[in-house]
């Protein structure tokens, strides 16, 4: 199966052990040196409508993922799943 990375972002992200749909991928760390995924970022849930900013985002290892399908992302890792506050950018630089 042949993807783009554009194409992550419209596939679901299910929890395999917990079965929460933790959302849909937003990003992606990578290592430059050898050019692999090393993890994908779903962003956490919005906190009353995203007026007051949105919870920590989900930091998927990629030994978590266990299947990627046609419109789904399975995980099935308890404890590799950690949460992580997104940096917030300077509005002028």
């Known amino acids: 199966m042949l993807s783009r990375f554009s194409d992550f972002r419209y596939k679901e992200v299910i929890n395999v052990r917990s ?5 849909y991928v937003c990003d992606a760390l990578f290592t430059t ?4 995924i090393t993890a994908l970022v779903v962003p956490g849930k919005a906190k009353y409508f995203g007026m007051f900013g949105r919870e920590e985002d989900y930091v998927l290892p990629w030994e978590c993922i266990s299947r990627i ?3 789904l992302i399975l995980v099935e890792s308890e404890h590799g799943i950690r949460r992580e506050k997104r940096p917030k950018r ?4």
């Open 69 to 71: 399908g046609d419109d």
């Open 33 to 36: 040196q050898e050019g692999r």
């Open 90 to 93: 300077a509005l002028f630089s």
């Open 19 to 23: 079965g929460q749909r933790l959302g």
